[in-house]
């Protein structure tokens, strides 16, 4: 895999978004030659992430400094990076430095009863965690059914998202 200048990476997305979504917000902010929502293989819905690539690396690097929220949706912008970069060294030419990969990642589906506590101790294996996050409820106090984990290396998400089964309490949860 080789570096691509001017290639965005686009996360946050939502499942029903496709190609013509992102061609539709990012085409006003420079010519555009590559676009590519990543689905699922089994359903076809959107994975949650993309790539937008740019003629010109200017705008790619405009793109990734601005704050970006496509049908109601915050989404996150940063330098595509080809997942063995690390391994060639950050003397190559157009390197992104590791700290600006991807640390964080949602977590759906998670059962009622499931705390933070359980996020820590299941996902420990993938590395060092900074944080984790159940969302609840203000009013009832609750869980919301979703929470963050953040890691402390992306290399943790990257190990994460390489295997497609994971159990919290017994109970398949979606990761992403």
Avoid: W
Avoid at 107 to 123: H, I, N, R
Avoid at 142 to 154: C, L
């Amino acid at each position: 895999t080789t570096f691509t200048p001017g290639k965005v990476f686009i996360g946050g997305l939502g499942p029903e978004m496709v190609e013509e979504d992102l061609k539709a917000y990012f085409e006003p902010m420079g010519t555009i030659t590559d676009i590519v929502v990543m689905k699922d293989k089994m359903t076809g819905n959107g994975r949650g992430f993309g790539f937008v690539t740019f003629a010109d690396s200017a705008v790619a690097d405009s793109v990734v400094a601005a704050r970006h929220e496509i049908k109601g949706r915050s989404v996150e912008a940063k330098l595509a990076v080809p997942r063995d970069a690390e391994a060639s060294g950050s003397g190559s030419r157009g390197f992104v430095e590791p700290h600006l990969r991807v640390t964080k990642i949602f977590v759906g589906g998670l059962p009622s009863t499931a705390e933070e506590a359980d996020l820590q101790e299941y996902f420990r294996e993938f590395g060092p965690i900074t944080e984790t996050l159940v969302m609840v409820d203000g009013a009832t106090k609750k869980s919301r059914g979703f929470g963050f984990v953040t890691f402390e290396k992306f290399q943790s998400v990257e190990d994460v998202l390489r295997r497609r089964d994971h159990s919290i309490k017994g109970k398949n949860v979606e990761v992403k």
